[in-house]
């Protein structure tokens, strides 16, 4: 009996991740929000170098927007970070993240860049899901205002 139970909680995780990598953490599915009025959307390429730096430091290295990455705790491409979009206003940055693993999540973080562009300051991180992310990204960027 005792194994019988330990069968249908295993089955009831593998149904968990499935459902949530179907619903969340789909490879085709490309997270994106217009960003509010008065910023303007930046690719990685487009960032200060400061900013790409502390990105990597708090990251790591992330897929690109659209490209596959590990979005359950199943290892296809070693990468279980996607960038969904970056914003920019002033000094402020929003960088909002897919991060895959057992539980599917998307991690958002604002940034201030330093007054003379030579550093970026981690200000707040907050965790979205794909129904929460526009308004999550938009709070952090209307907090530098």
């Known amino acids: 009996m005792r194994h019988l139970t330990r069968l249908f909680v295993r089955l009831g995780y593998v149904f968990a ?3 949530a990598a179907l ?16 910023a303007t959307r930046a690719t990685l390429a487009d960032t200060p170098p400061a900013l790409r730096q502390s990105l990597q430091e708090e990251i790591g ?14 290892i296809n491409t070693g990468r ?4 969904a979009f970056i914003w920019n206003e002033g000094r402020r940055w929003v960088v909002a993240t897919e991060k895959g693993g057992t ?7 604002a940034y201030d860049l330093a007054p003379d562009g030579g550093r970026a ?3 707040e991180r907050r965790i979205a899901m794909p129904d929460t992310l526009c ?3 938009g709070e952090l960027l209307t907090t530098a205002r």
């Open 61 to 74: 290295e992330m897929a690109a927007p659209g490209e596959k990455f590990d979005a359950t705790e199943a």
């Open 23 to 38: 619903y969340w953490g789909g490879q085709d599915r490309l997270l994106d929000c217009p960003p509010p009025k008065g």
């Open 135 to 137: 308004q999550i990204a």
């Open 121 to 123: 300051v981690l200000m």
């Open 80 to 83: 279980n970070r996607r960038l």
């Open 17 to 19: 991740a499935v459902v």
């Open 103 to 109: 539980l599917y999540s998307d991690p958002v973080f």
